[in-house]
C-alpha cells in the first residue's frame, strides 16, 4: 500500500481578546488602546515589529468600540463609527488613498470619533507626501509594543502553535526562548519550521526536534 500523505493542519488565526498574551511588552499600548477618550485629538499610532499582535490588538479595539477596519486601499472618506487603518503606510506615494485618509482624518476628528492607524514605524518614517496629511500623521500620539522578554515570547509561540493546531512538549517553551532569536518575527519562523518537520517526520514536537531546527539555522 502506498504511503499516506500527510497535509498540514489549516492555519487559523485567533484574533479573541483571551487569545492576545498580555506580557511586559504589550502593557503600556494595551493600556492605551482601552482608553480612546484620552488621545490627543482622538487618534493614535500603534506599532510594533512583525508579528509583535499589532493586529490583534487592533481587533480587539474593533470589536469593543464598534470600528469598522480598513486598509490602505479602501479607505471612505468619511465615516459616521471610529476607523482603524491596517497598513496604515501603504497610503503613501498614493495621491487618491493620501486625499481619502486626509478627509477621513479631519471628518473623524470633527466628529469626536477615534482614529486607529496600525504600522510597524511611525509616521516620520511612511514618506507621506501631502503635506498637510504628513503633518497630521507626524502629530499623532502612538502606543508601541516594545521587543519580547521571556514571557512574552513563551506567550508568543504557545499563540503561534494554538493557531496551528500543535501540542508541544511541556518544556519546549522554555527550551526555545533560552536559544532562540529574540523577535516575534523569529516566533513564527521557528513555529512554522517546527510544524513542518513535524509533520514530514510524523513526530510530536519535543526538545530534540527543536534543537534539530536551532542547530540547523547555526549551521
Not at 489549516?10 to 492605551?32: K, N, Q
Not at 503606510?89 to 473623524?108: I, K, M, S, T
Not at 476628528?109 to 492607524?117: I, K
Request: glycine residues 8%; without cysteine.
Amino acid at each position: 500500500m502506498a504511503e499516506q500523505l500527510a497535509f498540514p493542519q489549516p492555519l487559523h488565526t485567533s484574533y479573541a481578546p483571551h487569545d492576545f498574551h498580555d506580557g511586559e511588552a504589550s502593557a503600556v499600548a494595551r493600556a492605551m488602546l482601552a482608553r480612546p477618550s484620552d488621545w490627543p485629538q482622538g487618534k493614535l499610532v500603534l506599532t510594533g515589529e512583525a508579528g509583535s499582535g499589532k493586529t490583534h490588538l487592533a481587533r480587539i479595539f474593533a470589536e469593543g468600540t464598534g470600528a469598522a477596519i480598513h486598509g490602505p486601499r479602501d479607505l471612505p472618506a468619511r465615516a459616521e463609527h471610529p476607523v482603524v487603518i491596517d497598513d496604515a503606510p501603504g497610503v503613501a506615494g498614493r495621491a487618491d488613498a493620501e486625499e481619502a485618509l486626509f478627509h477621513l482624518h479631519n471628518n473623524l476628528a470633527a466628529a469626536g470619533l477615534p482614529l486607529l492607524l496600525v504600522a510597524r514605524q511611525p509616521p516620520s518614517a511612511w514618506g507621506i507626501v501631502l503635506p498637510d496629511l504628513r503633518s497630521r500623521m507626524e502629530a499623532t500620539a502612538i502606543a508601541r509594543i516594545a521587543a519580547p522578554d521571556d514571557a512574552t515570547l513563551a506567550g508568543i509561540l504557545a499563540k503561534l502553535m494554538a493557531d496551528r493546531q500543535l501540542n508541544p512538549a511541556p518544556n519546549l517553551l522554555g527550551y526555545l526562548t533560552r536559544r532562540m532569536g529574540r523577535s516575534y518575527a523569529e516566533a513564527g519562523r521557528i513555529v512554522g519550521l517546527l510544524d513542518t518537520l513535524s509533520l514530514a517526520e510524523k513526530r510530536e514536537i519535543t526538545t530534540a526536534l527543536a534543537a534539530r531546527v536551532l542547530d540547523a539555522d547555526a549551521e
